[in-house]
């Protein structure tokens, strides 16, 4: 079974641009959560997708966005990017079910976003 | 705010020895979990012990939780170079439905060979 597959690994891009990052969850997993990771402020969640609906959301300004297609793949969008947006962003998906059971979450390797 | 706290915050031991780290809790739980990172990579999940749960094993891996002390322990017997990693505890937001994890701020763990 393939695992979760981040896309790009790495991107550098310029304050007050936007960015798209990409995740496909492993097959037949229907939760895609998305997490920012920083030295200062550690692992902290941003959001999560259960077929195609936001079903959580984390502490974060509507900057970051983020939706879910049929086929469970998610993308997470940054806007007016700023030099603190600088992280490791990592994707997560789960077995999860309907009724919202908390399971283990199965990473990708996540993006490294440097923002200059 | 971070849900768990790890402590300590680093681990310095040599092939051979025995790690342990702690993580402690604010909140009621349903489950506990553990993940491994490597050095800028993903995580990896190690462990899930149910609030119902004292103690749970997998390979050299030995879990403890006390939900009266809320606070886990995570134990490495017979620890490996390739044990190097950072360890978190997360646990999942009870009031919320689904997967929202709270992380704590890890325990960096050096084996020397």
Request: charged content about 20%; aromatic content about 8%; proline content about 3%.
């Amino acid at each position: 079974k393939a695992g979760v597959t981040q896309t790009p690994r790495y991107l550098i891009k310029t304050r007050g641009q936007q960015v798209t990052l990409s995740c496909s969850p492993i097959s037949g997993h229907r939760s895609v959560s998305w997490y920012q990771q920083t030295p200062g402020q550690g692992l902290q969640f941003l959001f999560e997708y259960f077929s195609e609906t936001q079903r959580n959301k984390g502490n974060f300004p509507g900057r970051f966005s983020g939706r879910q297609f049929s086929n469970s793949r998610s993308e997470m969008n940054v806007s007016t990017l700023e030099l603190g947006d600088s992280a490791l962003y990592l994707c997560a998906s789960s077995s999860s079910t309907i009724q919202g059971d908390s399971t283990e979450a199965f990473f990708g390797q996540g993006t490294r976003l440097t923002v200059v | 705010s971070q849900q768990g706290e790890e402590d300590p915050q680093a681990l310095s031991i040599q092939e051979g020895e025995n790690a342990t780290m702690n993580c402690s809790y604010k909140t009621s739980i349903n489950n506990l979990q553990w993940y491994r990172q490597n050095s800028g990579r993903g995580l990896v999940h190690l462990i899930l012990i149910r609030s119902n749960e004292r103690e749970k094993h997998s390979g050299r891996l030995r879990v403890t939780l006390d939900t009266s002390k809320k606070s886990s322990s995570l134990l490495i017997t017979a620890s490996r170079a390739a044990d190097t990693a950072s360890y978190f505890c997360a646990t999942p937001d009870i009031k919320a439905a689904g997967n929202k994890l709270t992380f704590g701020g890890g325990t960096r763990v050096l084996v020397k060979p």
